[in-house]
């Protein structure tokens, strides 16, 4: 059920990232809602299909963007690897876990991005692609990760519903 939730979830979010938050880049950052949703997943308690949405969302987006092939699918699932990770370290604190592991995130898919197109031969400037593109996407993603994390924690507690620890 997780497995196509995940579905679900990414289509909408991957028409919403190309169709309106492209045309609203911060400079020339943007958004990645689909990074967003799997960190808010794999976040949550009850979730053990982080893994399966990590290659989803990397799928998915290597599908849809310019980026060389495989740099999502590698970037997310550093990514997840790096949640389930933290999420075992510090685990009363999502909140903020979330918006820690936004920014390692962005960082992860975009350096790989952008060794990825400096191996395939374009120059690009480090400072440059750093200050006009990688901190507005961090702070472009930041701005949005409390609301992906609220309603992915939603949809997390529809799936798996807590079970209350006594009867009346």
Known sequence: MAIIMAFVVFIPLAIIQIGVLANLPLI???ADLILLAILAWSLQPGART???WGVLGGILMTLISAM????YLIAYLLSVGMVLLVRRIIWRLPLLT???MTIFGTWITYSLGFLALQLLGRELSFRYTFGTIFVPSVLYNLLLAIPIYALIGELAK???PVEPLYES
């Open 28 to 30: 020339q950052g943007y």
């Open 50 to 52: 982080a893994w399966h």
């Open 68 to 71: 060389p092939l495989g740099v």
């Open 98 to 100: 979330m918006l820690v």
């Open 158 to 160: 529809w799936i798996y």
